[in-house]
């Protein structure tokens, strides 16, 4: 596989942009030279070169590739240029409209909840209020109709975990415990479920999730397979790979 190179010294925002438009006139739009540019250029020159378009030609570079790219170009070129947060409020907007009858692609929060920093949890929400009129949890709320998942949604999205790698093992013994009675009682939309899995720090669950698999002789995402709720059974394991193997789980989304 190929690997992209940023050039040591990048051309002035206002020489690319003067490039981009240039690329972007007429009815032969130059693909080959907005990939190269955007694609060369990190997340803080994509912004400056954003800002300096406006700045220029008193249109955003945005609406001038949404009205001049088709297709596949045009849907990576708009995300590309968007910063990371907004990219991912987009992406989470997506995917709750789709969520009302596929819940698989709520994956799409789970993975912001609990492979994101913190911070960059709390930059998604604020952006995602600015797009779109209402909060995360709003659209949560009024999106998804099973009162289980909106529970474990909203607590998942809207916590803000300590990321720093500290572990209370005893804490973990007692938590794998109030979970396997979760497990056992098919109640995994409890309290106790929802807000461990949505406060606890990532060192502090893996620990929690070891506990587990050494008291009761099988890992815990087999014992919600077992016991579970269809959807919110597999959203809980996605929560469960996220947190564990987050590697292990984007291969897996790469593989379908």
Same mark, same amino acid.
């Given at each position: 596989m190929a690997t992209l190179v940023l050039p040591n010294s990048a051309p002035s925002p206002t020489q690319d942009c003067e490039r981009l438009n240039l690329a972007l006139q007429g009815r032969g739009v130059e693909e080959y030279v907005i990939v190269w540019i955007m694609g060369h250029r990190n997340a803080a020159q994509r912004k400056k070169i954003k800002? !300096?378009?406006?700045?220029?030609?008193? $249109?955003?570079? %945005?609406?001038?590739?949404? /009205?001049?790219? =088709?297709?596949?170009?045009?849907?990576?070129?708009?995300?590309?240029?968007?910063?990371?947060?907004?990219?991912?409020?987009?992406?989470?907007?997506?995917?709750?409209?789709?969520?009302?009858?596929?819940v698989?692609?709520?994956?799409?929060?789970?993975?912001?909840?609990?492979?994101?920093?913190?911070?960059?949890?709390?930059?998604?929400?604020?952006?995602?209020? !600015?797009?779109?009129?209402?909060?995360? $949890?709003?659209? %949560?709320?009024?999106?998804? /109709?099973?009162? =289980?998942?909106?529970?474990?949604?909203?607590?998942l999205v809207s916590s803000y975990r300590h990321d720093r790698g500290l572990v209370d093992l005893n804490l973990a013994k007692s938590e794998a415990a109030k979970l396997h009675e979760a497990i056992e009682m098919k109640q995994l939309d409890t309290d106790d479920v929802v807000w461990i899995l949505s406060t606890r720090n990532l060192f502090q669950l893996r620990a929690t999730f070891g506990c587990y698999k050494k008291s009761y002789k099988v890992a815990i995402d087999q014992a919600i397979s077992s016991n579970g709720n269809g959807d919110l059974d597999s959203i809980l394991q996605a929560v469960i790979l996220c947190i564990e193997s987050p590697e292990k789980h984007f291969a897996e989304v790469m593989e379908e």
């Open positions: 800002e !300096t378009y406006q700045l220029l030609y008193k $249109e955003s570079i %945005i609406n001038r590739l949404q /009205s001049k790219l =088709s297709g596949v170009l045009k849907k990576a070129m708009i995300l590309w240029m968007n910063e990371g947060t907004e990219r991912d409020a987009i992406f989470v907007h997506k995917a709750l409209k789709k969520g009302k009858t596929e698989n692609k709520l994956q799409v929060l789970v993975e912001l909840a609990c492979v994101s920093s913190p911070n960059h949890l709390m930059g998604v929400r604020q952006i995602y209020c !600015t797009l779109f009129q209402c909060s995360l $949890e709003e659209d %949560i709320t009024s999106n998804i /109709s099973t009162p =289980s998942l909106q529970k474990l949604l909203v607590g």
